[in-house]
């Protein structure tokens, strides 16, 4: 909810609240990022990136997760280690940006 704000606003500065998120979360959002955050409002392209990897194929992912979970099947182990390492991937480069940028 927080990320898919990124990708329905293009201009944090002039927009229309969207149907999704609630105008709550984009006010809570947008208070955070120009209070705290100044690099996500700036809404760098590497960024938007990681966004659509994580609206594309995680939000996907956790869904058959859940439901591999409470089957307990097996097939969702070679996922899940492709998940965990493209995640990893985007929490190092976010790390990066936000610590040495």
């Known amino acids: 909810m927080i990320e ?3 990708l329905v606003i293009a201009d944090p500065n002039n927009f ?9 979360i ?8 120009f209070t705290f955050d100044p690099a996500l409002i700036a809404r760098p392209l590497w960024w938007q990136a990681t966004i659509w990897i994580d609206q594309l194929y ?13 089957k307990g099947k ?22 990066f940006e936000e610590i040495w940028g």
């Not at 229309?16 to 709550?24: I, Q, V």
């Not at 984009?26 to 990022?33: E, L, Y």
């Not at 995680?58 to 409470?70: E, S």
């Open 26 to 33: 984009v006010d809570a959002v947008h208070w955070w990022r």
């Open 4 to 6: 898919i704000e990124q």
């Open 74 to 95: 097996e097939w969702i182990r070679i996922p899940g280690i492709v998940w965990a390492s493209m995640l990893l991937t985007n929490v190092i480069i976010i790390l």
């Open 58 to 70: 995680f939000g996907p992912l956790y869904i058959a997760a859940i439901y591999a979970f409470h």
């Open 16 to 24: 229309t609240y969207p149907f999704w998120p609630p105008k709550f």
